[in-house]
């Protein structure tokens, strides 16, 4: 996949096939496949960094029989004034590493 920031390319070898389309969704798709964008894919693979200008934190440790994690979650003041949850990202307290990511998406309005 490639994209300069408002198209992408992607070529799926095993079907055969080669897509062109556009990085904002005009008309999601029943077929969910078809709504992946550039951005979705950028966010599994990487972590962005936090905003210190938007982003406030909370930290959380969360230790079971078999697991102990550093859980950080990342907040900010949305339109309303209200806290909302933008992602939290799991830290093993064993060696740091990074274990896992959630990314939430904002609230629906109506």
């Known amino acids: 996949m490639v994209s300069d920031g408002m198209n992408f390319k992607l070529y799926v070898p095993a079907r055969s096939r080669f897509l062109v389309g556009r990085n904002e969704i005009d008309q999601p798709s029943q077929n969910k496949l078809e709504n992946l964008r550039p951005q979705h894919f950028l966010d599994a693979l990487l972590v962005r960094p936090v905003d210190a200008n938007r982003d406030q ?34 830290f093993n307290r064993y060696n740091l590493s990074l274990a896992r990511q959630l990314i939430f998406d904002a609230p629906a309005t109506s």
């Open 57 to 90: 934190l909370l930290l959380e440790i969360f230790t079971d029989e078999d697991n102990a994690f550093y859980v950080l979650h990342v907040v900010h003041v949305n339109g309303g004034g209200a806290l909302q949850l933008d992602r939290t990202i799991w």
